[in-house]
């Protein structure tokens, strides 16, 4: 069917930088926004980062000036650049796309597994 696969999660010391990518595959004929949540121990997960079909992008007030969505239309993936990390980004990164399934025949939210970044101090 449809699957979302997140790489690029580690272990970075407060100051530092990580990429993480998202990859959609399957039964995909269209993907409008894509997005990147985040869930920290013991709190609700949260919208960091969305970009829309055209390009369109919002960000978290937590992460503007340091994070940059983006992503790729022909290789149906999502990235985040996340500069100038701090130990209070520490979470699970979950990367969600609105995808339309050609063989379900409608459209949906999917999520990835999530992918862990650890901040140190």
């Known amino acids: 069917q449809v699957q979302l696969v997140e790489s690029g999660g580690g272990l970075v010391q407060a100051g530092g930088s990580l990429r993480l990518s998202c990859a959609a595959s399957?039964?995909?004929?269209?993907?409008?926004?894509m997005a990147w949540y985040r869930q920290a121990p013991g709190k609700q997960r949260e919208l960091v980062a969305v970009i829309t079909s055209g390009g369109s992008t919002n960000y978290a007030d937590s992460v503007k000036g340091r994070f940059t969505i983006s992503r790729d239309n022909a290789k149906n993936t999502v990235y985040l650049q996340m500069n100038s990390l701090k130990p209070e980004d520490t979470a699970v990164y979950y990367c969600s796309a609105r995808i339309y399934n050609l063989v379900l025949g409608d459209e949906d939210d999917y999520w990835g597994q999530g992918t862990l970044v650890t901040v140190s101090s």
């Open positions: 399957g039964t995909i004929l269209s993907i409008n926004r």
